[in-house]
């Protein structure tokens, strides 16, 4: 009978309080004005990672075939139909094979340090907007934390003025608020941390790729030279 009535009770007590949800929306409304800060950044992580993606995607495709076909385009002497493979094919690799052949009949030296000046720009341009999803992932969380710090002085501002009169909800309120900014910080650092990281993995299996296919040009040129 005891246990019987314990349950009814909890009940009752359950149905009367007002159901509560939680959402998103509301909790990034609860944030205040950093929060629009952070919404923007998150955008920029977004709009960046996908772009770098996209382009770094393409500058890895390296066709197995394209350096057999400027070898022997080379020891054939079609320069010009090398040229033209080098622009059909349009990645960092090839325009660094185009500027080497353009430098042939100079001294390997001079075309080595052709193709390595072409490397240097293709490698920066990669490399272009990186530095910003750096300065997101140290930004977005200090946004987030000076958030914290003000909700926490709006909450102990709102305890004085209220003097004797002190609610829980006061200070709840404003850890709640202090909190929500805390959270969007981070998760935009996250973001953009994870992101940089993965985009310059990807740039630095790029660079490997071009320093292989220069060695493997430079190579085929010694090997001519030699023969001649």
């Keep these: 009978m005891l246990f019987t009535f314990?349950?009814?009770?909890?009940?009752?007590?359950?149905?009367?309080?007002?159901?509560?949800?939680?959402?998103?929306?509301?909790?990034?409304?609860?944030?205040?004005w950093l929060m629009i800060p952070l919404l923007l950044l998150s955008i920029v992580t977004i709009y960046l990672f996908a772009m770098k993606w996209s382009t770094i995607r393409k500058a890895s495709k390296v066709d197995a075939a394209f350096m057999g076909q400027i070898k022997e385009y080379v020891k054939a002497g079609k320069i010009t139909q090398a040229q033209?493979?080098?622009?059909?094919?349009?990645?960092p690799t090839a325009k660094m094979i185009e500027k080497g052949i353009e430098r042939l009949g100079r001294p390997l030296q001079d075309i080595q340090?052709?193709?390595?000046?072409?490397?240097?720009?293709e490698v920066a341009a990669l490399e272009k907007g990186l530095p910003m999803l750096a300065t997101i992932a140290g930004g977005a969380p200090m946004i987030g934390f000076l958030g914290t710090v003000m909700?926490?002085?709006q909450a102990f501002f709102n305890m004085a003025q209220a003097g004797s009169?002190?609610?829980?909800?006061?200070?709840?309120?404003?850890?709640?608020?202090?909190?929500?900014?805390?959270?969007?910080?981070?998760?935009?650092?996250?973001?953009?941390?994870?992101?940089?990281?993965?985009?310059?993995?990807?740039?630095?299996?790029?660079?490997?790729?071009?320093?292989?296919?220069?060695v493997e040009f430079m190579d085929m040129l010694f090997g001519e030279l030699k023969n001649d």
Excluded at 173 to 185: D, P
């Design 84 to 91: 033209e493979l080098c622009r059909q094919t349009a990645t």
């Design 6 to 32: 314990l349950q009814a009770n909890a009940a009752a007590v359950a149905a009367a309080q007002p159901e509560l949800e939680f959402s998103l929306i509301d909790m990034a409304c609860k944030g205040g």
């Design 151 to 153: 909700g926490m002085v």
């Design 113 to 121: 340090v052709s193709i390595e000046n072409t490397a240097n720009i």
């Design 165 to 214: 009169n002190i609610d829980i909800t006061l200070l709840s309120g404003g850890i709640y608020t202090a909190m929500v900014t805390t959270v969007a910080g981070l998760i935009v650092g996250i973001m953009a941390y994870f992101g940089y990281n993965f985009l310059t993995n990807q740039v630095s299996d790029v660079v490997f790729k071009m320093q292989s296919t220069t």
